[in-house]
T-cell receptor, first 110, second 113 residues
Framework: QKEVEQNSGPLSVPEGAIASLNCTYS??????FFWYRQYSGKSPELIMS????GDKEDGRFTAQLNKASQYVSLLIRDSQPSDSATYLC??????????FGSGTQLTVLP | ETGVTQTPRHLVMGMTNKKSLKCEQH?????MYWYKQSAKKPLELMFV???????ENNSVPSRFSPECPNSSHLFLHLHTLQPEDSALYLC????????????FGSGTRLTVV
């Protein structure tokens, strides 16, 4: 079993729709959870962090965390073509390092 | 300069060359990382330094040699690389506690010919 699992996609949504990105993780000791956005040929950029069960909203982005289910998600409302990128899920592990998923490629269609 | 700066942005080298990648962070972080990202593959952790001490070496071939002279600077020395080593090499930094996530540099696109 992979430590961090994400659907590789590609996930395609029309402009203005909600994009839903999912992630499961295996390390029950994970305390901090991060979402990174990576445009093609560029480096990952931190867009959301979440530490407690429930929802955290920041603009058009909402992160959701359920530690009991070892599940974290990212919702992007009113998706724009500029949101087209690969989204990486990164929970912290018991070794106090981040473990990155392989990413979900999102395409927002105009 | 702010954030994490990597140089050079692009590098083409022959298999017999020796080159070095440089990373500098201006964030006051005390942990630094080297990652490799090949096309269509996930991030691969190579090396971790905490307070200048190497704390992880993920079975990286000896043709890659890291150096961390202080908490702000990190180097990756390269020699006798193979074409399969062509990739995007990313440096990142963080506080020793990962509660704030990692900040990545813009990366060095390496091509080995």
């Amino acid at each position: 079993q992979k430590e961090v699992e994400q659907n590789s996609g590609p996930l395609s949504v029309p402009e203005g729709a909600i994009a839903s990105l999912n992630c499961t993780y295996s390390d029950r000791g994970s305390q901090s959870f991060f979402w990174y956005r990576q445009y093609s040929g560029k480096s990952p950029e931190l867009i959301m962090s979440i530490y407690s069960n429930g929802d955290k909203e920041d603009g058009r982005f909402t992160a959701q965390l359920n530690k009991a289910s070892q599940y974290v998600s990212l919702l992007i409302r009113d998706s724009q073509p500029s949101d087209s990128a690969t989204y990486l899920c990164a929970p912290s592990g018991s070794a106090r390092q981040l473990t990155f998923g392989s990413g979900t490629q999102l395409t927002v269609l105009p | 300069e702010t954030g994490v700066t990597q140089t050079p942005r692009h590098l083409v080298m022959g298999m017999t060359n020796k080159k070095s990648l440089k990373c500098e962070q201006h964030l006051g972080h005390n942990a630094m990382y080297w990652y490799k990202q090949s096309a269509k593959k996930p991030l691969e952790l190579m090396f971790v330094y905490n307070f200048k001490e190497q704390t992880e070496n993920n079975s990286v071939p000896s043709r890659f040699s890291p150096e961390c002279p202080n908490s702000s600077h990190l180097f990756l020395h390269l020699h006798t690389l193979q074409p399969e080593d062509s990739a995007l090499y990313l440096c990142a930094s963080s506080q020793e506690s990962v509660g704030y996530g990692y900040t990545f540099g813009s990366g060095t696109r390496l091509t080995v010919v």
